[in-house]
């Protein structure tokens, strides 16, 4: 849950945002070198050269101190909320601080504007609830990018390439056009 982590954070767990449009941590610009966990240690991923791990599920307490001795950041779910009203923030949980090492909250892979509604609740009752402000909320859409891109801070948008006869040219032409496609910034 969000507050029964065994992850204990630290003073010099360094602040981690978006400031100015630029993903910073410690008050510096940061570049995510992601790969997705599959239960390697951290370890081992950070003197591969990665410093972020991407997960499906939320993070653990044990993966949270792992990640903290290993110099690395998350990117995963929020853990689930109980239903509350969120016009009475002071019925929210807030998270503890041993979620200190999520780089970023990931609402999903394949999101559409159908689920713009739950997206919108979800993503305000977490940033409610997240004693770290400016913590980035990412997620994945495959259509409706101007109306989710209203809830997250960051918006990823995919196209398969290989096996299909989609030209370099033509898709490059597609990424030029996917930031069109959301709201601007």
Not at 86 to 112: E, H, I, K, Q, Y
């Amino acid at each position: 849950a969000y507050t029964e982590q065994t992850a204990t954070a630290t003073a010099d767990d360094p602040p981690a945002g978006i400031l100015r449009g630029v993903l910073e941590v410690a008050g510096m610009p940061f570049f995510p070198r992601v790969i997705d966990h599959n239960g390697e240690p951290l370890e081992l991923l950070a003197r591969l050269g990665f410093n972020t791990v991407r997960l499906r599920e939320p993070a653990d307490g044990r993966l949270l101190e792992e990640a903290r001795q290993a110099g690395m950041w998350i990117i995963c779910p929020p853990p689930e909320l109980p239903d509350v009203d969120v016009r009475d923030p002071a019925s929210l949980p807030a998270f503890s601080p041993s979620w200190n090492r999520v780089l970023m909250w990931d609402f999903g892979d394949g999101l559409t504007a159908d689920d713009a509604e739950q997206l919108a609740e979800r993503a305000r009752r977490v940033k409610t609830c997240d004693l770290r402000p400016g913590r980035p909320a990412i997620a994945s859409a495959d259509s409706g990018l101007r109306t989710l891109s209203r809830h997250v801070d960051m918006l990823v948008s995919r196209r398969r390439v290989l096996g299909t006869s989609l030209e370099l040219e033509g898709y490059l032409e597609w990424l030029r056009q996917q930031p069109r496609l959301a709201r601007p910034g």
